[in-house]
């Protein structure tokens, strides 16, 4: 059946703190019944498919929230990023254009006025927010959006896209709590941390604080202030959730929720690169697995995405106290995926599935059902012009992405385009090796364009273990996903 407002978001307040029945019908009597839906746009970062709706890991991360989210609308279960990586992917979604065809497929930092992505094809790009700002909405921001790092001054969001933004635009994510470190060589392990130094950005560790005291609590108090908050226009409402992102330091509650002895390794292969791409984060595996800390790293990511969790839990508890709570679209992604050392690997940087597959769900009072799940491939560019299209207004002719209404409406829908994800490994032009993945709902085909090819059949090798390119028996599988490589336009 069709999902309803009241029966999620009563959900949703049960798992993240309880709503009384008399609170909540209290604020439904209160509720607002604007003539547009209001936009919850929830963006987390670096979260992979270790959560309970996509379930490739176990013992999966601990997920109430995310999995009554799922339960009650549509759950996007081969959704991918447009390239694997924060700025790009960003990028991607709230511009709507493909970084294949802006050619930004690469991290930047440091932009501290005007956004550096504002040229060439994107010079005149309308972003999300101001799109939904241009047809009478009230575009609201908190948290990581663009690319931003809490350790690396400046960010790529644009101020002047939005009415208001917390804690700045240019430095969206408030203050963040650090555990007292340990130098290296004092705890006896060995030199050459990835991201090391007196900083530790590669690491793990408990905080003895509550949760309160936390970056991503603080986003999410503002997100639900303004949630409570009169307004005369419908919301577009954009939170962003750092973690689970490196390092991986979140109270200590959820790291007791995984007891050591308890954590699995994932899925791998000693000689999976044998027939892949070598990339070039293998030291960090070998620091990772030379220090024994592979187990410790697994059980600090499990902790941040049940952190990352319960502040989204928070969050809908606040939308399901709100006036807002009847007309609200809800839509969550993730930017990208997370390596946690599958094929040598540590965070994305590659095309690989554990690199682009993300978390993808929407709530849409009238349309999604409840507890709907679609397999099909469908691509994070694709949410610029669905929330569009249940916002009754137009996309842009500048999106590259499709409306997925129809796959809400019906999850069996076909679909024929695939998706394509695009990265720039290297930097300088004699560096640079420009990769395309085309995934489709059972192939994934990489053409690097200084390296070999690879291709891998989902449905009897979900891991990637087997590279296929070579086989001649493949030849018209690769002869037909070859056609969906871009052009090289904006390189």
């Known amino acids: 059946m069709k999902t309803t407002r009241k029966e999620f978001l009563m959900a949703g307040a049960f798992l993240a703190g309880g709503l009384g029945a008399a609170a909540a019908g209290a604020c439904r009597a209160a509720a607002q019944d604007p003539a547009k839906p209001n936009i919850l746009f929830i963006a987390v970062d670096d979260m992979n498919d270790w959560i309970g709706p996509l379930s490739n890991h176990l013992p999966r991360a601990r997920t109430p929230n995310l999995d009554r989210l799922a339960a009650t609308g549509v759950n996007f279960t081969n959704a991918h990023c447009a390239s694997p990586v924060c700025h790009p992917s960003r990028l991607a979604v709230m511009t709507g254009v493909h970084p294949s065809r802006s050619g930004v497929m690469r991290n930047t930092f440091g932009s501290t006025g005007a956004p550096t992505w504002r040229s060439g094809v994107l010079a005149d790009a309308v972003t999300l927010s101001q799109h939904f700002r241009n047809h009478g909405y009230k575009a609201l921001g908190t948290g990581k959006i663009y690319h931003a790092l809490q350790w690396w001054p400046g960010s790529e969001c644009p101020a002047e896209d939005w009415d208001a933004y917390y804690p700045r635009a240019d430095a969206p994510i408030p203050e963040w ?46 997100a639900v202030e303004q949630l409570h908050a009169a307004h005369d226009q419908p919301l577009f409402l954009a939170c962003g959730i750092f973690r689970p992102h490196i390092p991986w330091e979140v109270p200590r509650k959820y790291f007791e929720m995984y007891p050591l002895e308890e954590v699995q390794l994932p899925p791998h292969r000693e000689d999976d690169l044998a027939d892949a791409f070598a990339h070039s984060r293998r030291h960090w595996h070998q620091w990772v697995r030379e220090n024994g800390l592979w187990k410790e790293f697994v059980r600090g990511y499990l902790a941040s995405i049940t952190y990352a969790d319960r502040q989204i839990g928070r969050l809908l508890s606040g939308l399901a106290r709100s006036p807002h709570q009847d007309n609200t679209v809800v839509v969550l992604w993730s930017d990208h995926g997370m390596h946690i050392g599958e094929k040598e690997n540590w965070e994305k940087f ?44 137009p996309a842009p002719k500048q999106c590259d992405g499709d409306n997925l209404v129809p796959l809400l409406q019906d999850v069996t829908a076909k679909r024929s385009k695939p998706v394509v994800t695009s990265y720039q490994f290297g930097e300088e032009d004699t560096e640079r090796n420009i990769g395309h993945s085309v995934r489709t709902d059972r192939w994934r085909y990489i053409h690097y364009e200084k390296a070999a090819e690879e291709l891998y059949d989902h449905a009897n090798d979900p891991h990637e273990y087997h590279n296929l390119a070579k086989k001649p028996e493949h030849a018209d599988i690769l002869r037909t996903l070859k056609k969906h490589l871009p052009e090289p336009a904006g390189w």
């Open 177 to 222: 709590v650090r555990p007292e470190l340990t130098p290296d060589a004092e705890a006896g392990l060995t030199p050459g941390r990835p991201l090391g130094g007196e900083r530790q950005l590669f690491g793990t560790k408990p905080l003895d604080v509550p949760d309160a005291q936390t970056s991503d609590y603080k986003v999410v108090d503002w």
């Open 350 to 393: 590659t095309l690989w599935e554990q690199s682009t597959r993300v978390p993808l769900l929407f709530i849409a009072p009238g349309v999604t059902r409840a507890g709907t799940v679609c397999a099909s491939a469908v691509s994070l560019i694709d949410v610029y012009p669905t929330l569009c299209a249940l916002a009754g207004i």
